[in-house]
């Protein structure tokens, strides 16, 4: 093996040109790979944070003509004692109460959202997306969207009269504006406390969902399907994102999909490339192989020279390679950027993913040089030497 190693590393040697290009073409390979890869998982994280991130995803609901949770409690409890296969980062109630606001001459439909805080801030951010005044701490206190408050003329300290589906007038106090960047939402939510809701919507003491967010969002459905097999109540519904998102879904494995498929392309091309570079070693080094092998060489060491140029190839060009890579990430970050400075695209760098570029690279180098190692085996010393 010292042998075969110390003979593969002077035929590269003595044709530096020849091996900087192979080493240069695998580079390409593998940073192509490394940004491609990288871009496209970041463009996945930044659609599912944008859909999902800050959204339920799973909930719990139930199916009853008055859509009621009367023991949401218990129920939250025991959720939060359940093995799922990926674990909760997130669950909080909630009672929605569709209501009209009458503002002069106007009535517009919004939803009265009473959460659950501070529980609710994990998956909505509600704290962190007031522009002003603060969250709602007693009964009758409300936030309300920007884009509603524009479009009302309503102020912070102010009051809103809204109407519930019965007719019962409540009035509520506006302790504050979020903006929750959604400008559907921003018109559409006024969100308060559970015990707000509750009142005005005459819920009693019962929630109309209860949502969740999980670890691992692509394993929302298992974690669905279990916590309605531990439940186990006909009167409850457990949906997921991904069940409601069929299209996104779509989407993201059709992206996942064309990534792979420039991976394998990038890979074949350098493997043929590779194979047929030291397809060509074998021709031009045949007289010293047929030398070496009149002076005793075997055959099977004959072949360990090539696959130890492939295997040292596939290592240089695969560091090399993340390196460009890197490079790449660097340049697209800095230069492909919005008008507010950030990146269009989050790229999301994951070194499991890269090394595994690098060493399919490796073993596809390797791989590459079993033809030339086959030829070399066959060469006769013989032939080699009479023929020059």
């Known amino acids: 093996m010292k042998l075969a190693l110390s003979i593969a590393f002077r035929f590269l040697s003595s044709s530096k040109a020849q091996t900087l290009l192979i080493i240069l073409g695998i580079a390409i390979g593998v940073s192509v790979q490394v940004f491609i ?24 609901t139930s199916n009853t003509p008055d859509r009621k949770i009367e023991n949401w409690q218990e129920i939250q409890e025991k959720v939060e004692s359940l093995q799922l296969p990926t674990p909760l980062t997130a669950l909080s109630a909630s009672a929605d109460v569709p209501v009209f606001i009458s503002s002069g001459d106007r009535t517009i439909s919004v939803l009265l ?31 309300i969207g920007k884009d ?22 409540e009035t509520l106090k506006i302790v504050g504006v979020f903006d929750l960047k959604v400008a559907s939402l ?88 590779i194979a047929s570079v030291l397809a060509i070693t074998v021709v031009q080094k045949s007289r010293q192989i047929g030398i070496l092998k009149a002076m005793g060489l075997k055959d099977s060491v004959s072949s360990q020279v090539f696959l130890f140029q492939g295997l040292t190839l596939g290592i240089i060009g695969a560091v090399v390679g993340i390196a460009f890579g890197f490079l790449l990430i660097l340049m ?53 030497i009479r023929n020059g």
Do not use: C, H
């Not at 501070?118 to 002003?132: K, L, M, V, W």
């Not at 690279?361 to 013989?382: D, E, F, M, N, Y």
């Open 37 to 60: 890869g990288s871009l496209i998982q970041g463009l996945q994280k930044d659609l599912v944070n944008t859909t999902i991130g800050n959204s339920s995803q799973v909930t719990i």
């Open 113 to 143: 959202r009473g959460l659950q805080f501070p529980q609710a801030n994990s998956i909505y951010g509600i704290d962190t997306r007031i522009i002003e005044g603060e969250l709602p701490k007693t009964a009758d206190e409300v936030l």
């Open 148 to 169: 509603l408050k524009d479009e009302l003329g309503l102020q912070k300290g102010g009051q809103i009269t809204v109407i519930t589906p019965d007719r019962s007038i």
């Open 186 to 273: 921003n018109k559409s939510w006024l969100i308060s406390s559970i015990a707000t809701s509750q009142g005005v919507g005459k819920l009693g003491d019962s929630v109309t969902s209860i949502e969740m967010q999980v670890e691992e969002v692509f394993k929302a459905d298992e974690d669905a399907t279990a916590i309605a097999s531990a439940l186990a109540d006909a009167k409850l519904d457990v949906t997921n994102w991904k069940a409601q998102n069929e299209d996104l879904l779509t989407g993201l494995n059709g992206q996942s999909v064309s990534s792979i498929m420039i991976q394998v392309f990038v890979i074949i091309a350098v493997s043929l490339g």
């Open 332 to 384: 697209f970050s800095t230069f492909a950027v919005g008008p507010d400075g950030e990146p269009v695209v989050g790229i999301y760098v994951n070194y499991g993913f890269i090394m595994l570029s690098a060493f399919i690279a490796i073993g596809a180098s390797t791989i590459a040089a079993l033809v030339p190692a086959r030829r070399s085996s066959k060469l006769s010393p013989v032939e080699v």
